[in-house]
Nanobody, 123 residues
Framework: QLQLVESGGGLVQPGGSLRLSCAAS????????IGWFRQAPGKEREGVSCIRSTGSVTYYADSVKGRFTISRDNAKNTVYLQMNSLKPEDTARYYC????????????????WGQGTQVTVSS
């Protein structure tokens, strides 16, 4: 059974940083593309970033370019999302998802999802 668990969310002031982790169990994460998505109340789910199984980064949403960095440590079976210069509009629940194919910004194409971790950016 594929399982993804996100962690690292919390409350941070504008301009602060957080690092989210997406840990996999039950499968080898190295074989999958991993996407980060977020959803704020009343808004549609947004694809934030995705990293291929090879480690190459496929995309960043325009809203996070230059501030967020996705990376993976296959030895730890974990993908990270480093978030810097956080803004109130980054407030959302963040999810990671796995896909046994190429990256896609469309969440409907992913096979497995975690439960999410809440990120709140507020002073």
């Amino acid at each position: 059974q594929l399982q993804l668990v996100e962690s690292g969310g919390g409350l941070v002031q504008p301009g602060g940083s957080l690092r989210l982790s997406c840990a996999a169990s039950g499968f080898t994460l190295a074989s999958y593309a991993i996407g980060w998505f977020r959803q704020a109340p009343g808004k549609e789910r947004e694809g934030v970033s995705c990293i291929r199984s090879t480690g190459s980064v496929t995309y960043y949403a325009d809203s996070v370019k230059g501030r967020f960095t996705i990376s993976r440590d296959n030895a730890k079976n974990t993908v990270y999302l480093q978030m810097n210069s956080l803004k109130p509009e980054d407030t959302a629940r963040y999810y990671c998802a796995a896909r046994s194919a190429f990256c896609s910004p469309s969440g409907s194409l992913y096979d497995s999802w975690g439960q999410g971790t809440q990120v709140t950016v507020s002073s």
